[in-house]
């Protein structure tokens, strides 16, 4: 054998192995589950007790579609509640003169513009409470998107793929059945562009009606509400919600969170209403002086916890914190 031949024999393996390799090196890592979009506790019978009873009180409209139930809580302000999934989103349409704003849009399990197609023929601006997936789901479908200039948004404007959000499709986390045409195999989150960033204080005109932005980190970093001072109004995001309040997920500053909160309770005298982004569209103000004073028990060590799915929840009347341990 000449030293050609050797050099041959040996050479030839190699470069069907790597032919074979270069395609496995190529594929990019798959992304992880998003902390948010993981399984939650999910409590026994759930979906017995829905839906919630003060929904009769509220002013249901009729839209086309088995996946939102709208309704209008004050005059130019409009619930749009996904009641067949467990994390029961609410995202809100703010119409004015001029223009309306989407807060939020959901899971993106539904068509969130065919809804609000109903609702308006103004142009519509979104601006979400915060980027976790069930808040951001079509904003694909939207032209204008106003965000918060964080990293942690810049992130989540890649959307989230089917492999990340699988938790959230699963069969035992509906009540009733997800609308026509839906896959739970292929439900992912597109991406979307930010046209424009907000700062705190920032004012969106409507037209006959002013939204103040008030940032409120701690849920997330880019968390905000939105306080409409004419009409006495607050849309809380996840920042006050009546149930389980997440403060677990990697990306929750505790610290931040108390922070907002104390802010927000300091505005409870020149409200009228609380608008959350789940479960219920409509609370008492004196929610956020409850819920500063039950953060500053847990912070003191007076409040007592009990572990639940390796979390610390406090329970307290209306609402619960659920942290890390």
Known sequence: MTRMDAC?????????????????????????????????????????????????????????????????????????????????????????????????TGLGIGDMHEVVSQLTR??????????????????????????????????????????????VVVPERFCGQPPPGFKPGSYAIPPFKIARFVKDGDVIDLGDRQLEVLLTPGHTPDALCLLDRKHKLLFTGDTFYAGPIFLYVPETDVAAYRRSVERLAQLVPQLDLLLPSHNFPAEKPEMLTRLADAFRQVQSGKAKFKMSEGRREYTFDGFSLLLSP
Do not use: M
């Not at 992880?32 to 249901?60: I, M, Q, S, T, V």
């Open 122 to 167: 103004l142009p519509i601006t979104v601006l979400n409470s915060h980027t976790h997936f069930d808040h951001i789901g079509d904003n694909w479908q939207f032209q204008e998107i106003l965000g918060v200039d964080t990293l942690y948004t810049h992130r989540n404007t890649a959307g989230a793929t089917d492999a990340q959000l699988r938790d």
């Open 8 to 104: 041959t024999t040996w050479v030839r393996p190699f470069i069907v192995f790597v032919l074979l390799a270069v395609p496995l090196w190529a594929q990019p890592p798959a992304k992880p589950a998003r902390p948010e979009a993981l399984a939650e506790p999910l409590p026994a019978d759930w979906c017995r007790d829905l839906p919630r009873p003060g929904y009769k009180e509220l002013d249901r409209l009729s839209v086309a579609g088995t996946w939102f139930e709208v309704y209008r809580i004050r005059p130019g302000v409009f619930a749009i509640y996904e009641p067949h999934q467990y994390e029961e989103v609410i995202s809100y349409l703010i119409v004015g003169s001029q223009r309306a704003l989407l807060f939020d």
